[in-house]
């Protein structure tokens, strides 16, 4: 019930900024938390960063400080600016969403960051 389109992946050189957004559409109503999660070759998918819908982040203790999410409630959306990147980001980087006891991915968007 809820679609979720993410977007502003692509190839980066070190040190320097992305910004990824997540664009939810459909039964939007009810999520209280949306996430970036990474997955890079060979490693298990991690949580990045989430938001509850009361504004609380949470944040991977690698990513404090480089990262910020945030979110626009009236665009349904949710963004990832990630500053200061380094080869170790690159991943593919999804978004997820909450609602009641579903969850909902969205397809992925590729991060890239060359040295």
């Known amino acids: 019930q809820v679609h979720l389109v993410e977007s502003g992946g692509g190839l980066v050189q070190a040190g320097g900024s992305l910004r990824l957004s997540c664009a939810a559409s459909?039964?939007?109503?009810?999520?209280?938390?949306t996430a970036w999660y990474r997955q890079g070759p060979g490693k298990q998918r991690e949580l990045v960063a989430g938001i509850t819908d009361r504004g609380t982040t949470n944040y991977q203790d690698s990513v404090k400080g480089r990262f910020t999410i945030s979110r626009d409630s009236t665009k349904n959306t949710v963004s990832l600016q990630m500053n200061s990147l380094k080869p170790e980001d690159t991943a593919v980087y999804y978004c997820?969403?909450?609602?009641?006891?579903?969850?909902?991915w969205g397809q992925g968007t590729q991060v890239t960051v060359s040295s």
């Open positions: 459909g039964s939007t109503f009810g999520i209280t938390y």
């Open positions: 997820n969403a909450v609602r009641f006891l579903g969850g909902y």
